[in-house]
């Protein structure tokens, strides 16, 4: 449905260094199934959701690459063009509800100007429309809501407003990028149960973007883990998370497993993975995980892994498993 | 509106009370009281002997340095244009501290924070999400608080920069008995900070005491539809994982 193809971006500030923010990106999303963009601040992963939408900033550059939707390249897409598939085909939510709403519009206003820019339709008609997806999305007075101004509502309701805008026009793709991070764990779990309640009913495909790993294994169908600007690992979640290979992954999934509330018994200091990511603005000719990585090889700090295919449906960028490096 | 009542909490030096609720729930609002960032209507807050919560801006000035709040994306309460240096001796120069004195302190904390100090001169827009959370506890820590409030401070970071804040707030306490007022959701951060836990629902404290008693039998319904939610998640992932939960 979605594929991207070696996609790589730099932002190009005017004053300071470039950034290197994504390279030789390669994923495919398929009909709807949940993917998890997993990774740290800084990684890449929200870069990848505003590349896909051609909502990148001015000073972003696309070095190389292709992003197909339904066999055509949206990145030469003219604006126009663009339009007509961003928020009818393919929808973003955003990290933060309360800056993407109009706070001097009411809400269902809000949701109506997404049905009024894609789908024609009378005016009465998009109340009735906006009505029912107020419901669908949780609302049990979806009138009374229709009314509010978003400085009415909770952090969560107004986090439901911005999804019920997101599948107004039942888009094939939706991009959630961190939909949770500001809510707590009752109000995100009821998020995260709507949006799958959403996929079951219109097979809408959704990817997911966090820096929480219990969030997208608890969530997700696959996993793709990204750090500093690449993908180095992907594949289903279950076995991702029971079997992590990369040795980046693995320290994540040891950190999850030993940050419980039950067992701790003390007060005792946290695990960590030492060192910090990678500065983006320099380009290291080796792997981006090797500074920090407890398996490192002397090939690490050479030249840069290829991905390698360890198992149908994974894969994995280290040289561990680079069969053509005996080595390793 | 009454957004809490009736309060009653105890920090003590060297320890760590946290405080757990929903959203909404009022924990902000102890934090902006405690902080005296607002004025609560009635009752008393105790800091050292001294009954902080009628007095007037004039009389806080010389308290404030005792009391330092940190908040989640604390880069969000600096003015982005400065270096790591203002940002940390902002506080300093409101208590009319020498020149001298602030290139001292500022050099001194940055090492406590583990970054090196010449990085003061450096634009705080530059700095990493971790390291702009650690220069926010420098700058806490520039006035030598007795007490720190962290609202949400560790919240929305990456499960590693967290683990590395959290481990330098848990070594800065034991060195200098810095008593903490943590403010949380995250039930698995708590049970590694705390030693005084108080749930908080609807405004009011409605359960509380030793933190690690508290999360092996939680009384309160309140409490245990908390830990529910929080092992809910964490057996999902040990699910997913296939680890045995």
Redesign the interface.
């Known amino acids: 449905m979605l594929e991207i193809r070696e996609l790589s971006v730099t932002y190009c500030p005017a004053s300071g260094d470039n950034v290197r923010a994504l390279r030789n990106i390669r994923l495919e999303i398929r009909g709807s199934e949940i993917v998890g963009i997993l990774g740290e601040s800084g990684c890449g992963k929200s870069t990848l959701a505003h590349a896909t939408l051609g909502l990148l900033p001015a000073h972003a550059r696309i070095e190389q690459g292709e992003i197909f939707w339904q066999g055509r390249n949206l990145l030469g897409l003219p604006e126009s063009e663009l339009r007509a598939v961003r928020g009818r085909y393919i929808s973003l939510v955003s990290q933060q509800p309360a800056l993407s709403l109009n706070p001097v519009l009411t809400v269902g206003t809000q949701i109506g100007e997404v049905l009024r820019a894609h789908v024609p339709s009378a005016r009465w008609e998009r109340r009735d429309r906006v009505c029912e997806l107020l419901g669908e999305v949780g609302f049990e007075q979806p009138n009374a809501v229709y009314d509010a101004y978003p400085h009415q509502l909770s952090g969560g309701q107004r986090q439901r407003i911005v999804i019920a805008q997101a599948v107004a026009c039942r888009p094939a793709l939706l991009i959630a990028d961190e939909p949770t991070s500001k809510l707590d764990g009752l109000l995100s779990s009821e998020i995260l149960t709507l949006l799958s309640e959403l996929r079951k009913r219109y097979g809408t495909a959704i990817v997911v973007i966090s820096h929480d790993p219990t969030l997208c294994a608890a969530f997700a169908d696959r996993i793709v883990l990204m750090y500093a600007g690449r993908i180095v690992e992907a594949g289903n979640s279950a076995a991702v998370f029971a079997r992590p290979l990369h040795p980046y992954t693995r320290a994540l999934v040891g950190l999850m497993r030993s940050s419980t509330v039950a067992g701790v018994g003390a007060k005792i200091s946290f695990p960590r993975i030492d060192g910090e990511s990678p500065d983006p603005t320099t380009i290291s000719i080796g792997c981006s995980f090797e500074p920090r990585c407890p398996e490192r090889l002397e090939v690490c700090a050479l030249r840069s892994p290829e991905d390698a295919v360890p198992e149908p449906s994974r894969c994995v960028s280290c040289f561990k498993y680079d069969e053509s490096f005996p080595n390793a | 509106m009454s957004a809490m009542c009736d309060v009653d909490l105890e920090i003590y030096a060297g320890q760590?009370l946290a405080l757990v609720g929903?959203?909404?729930a009022g924990k902000s609002t102890v934090a902006r009281c405690v902080t005296r960032l607002e004025r609560p209507d009635s009752g008393h807050i105790w800091l050292d002997g001294i009954d902080i919560a009628q007095l007037s801006s004039r009389d806080l000035l010389p308290v404030r340095p005792k009391i330092q709040m940190i908040l989640q994306d604390a880069v969000t309460s600096m003015n982005p244009r400065f270096s790591a240096a203002e940002v940390i001796e902002e506080p300093l120069r409101i208590q009319s501290a020498s020149r001298s004195e602030r290139r001292d302190i500022s050099a001194a904390v940055m090492r406590d924070v583990g970054l090196p100090p010449e990085w003061l001169k450096r634009p705080i827009l530059?700095f990493?999400?971790?390291?702009q959370q650690r220069v926010a506890v420098a700058r806490a820590l520039s006035t030598r608080p007795k007490m720190l409030v962290l609202d949400e401070a560790l919240s929305?970071?990456?499960?590693?920069?967290?683990?590395?804040i959290?481990?330098l707030l848990?070594?800065l306490q034991s060195a200098r008995s810095i008593g903490y007022l943590l403010i949380s959701?995250n039930?698995?951060?708590?049970?590694?900070?705390?030693?005084a836990l108080a749930i908080m629902s609807n405004g009011q404290i409605v359960e509380t005491g030793a933190a690690?008693q508290i999360?092996a039998e939680p009384k309160h319904a309140e409490t245990q539809?908390?830990?529910a939610?929080?092992?809910?998640?964490?057996s999902?992932?040990?699910l997913?994982?296939?680890?045995s939960a």
């Open positions: 760590t929903s959203s909404g530059e990493s999400g971790g390291q929305g970071l990456d499960l590693s920069t967290q683990a590395q959290a481990n848990l070594d959701h039930l698995a951060l708590v049970a590694r900070m705390a030693d690690q999360l539809k908390l830990l939610s929080a092992r809910a998640a964490e999902r992932f040990a997913a994982s296939g680890a």
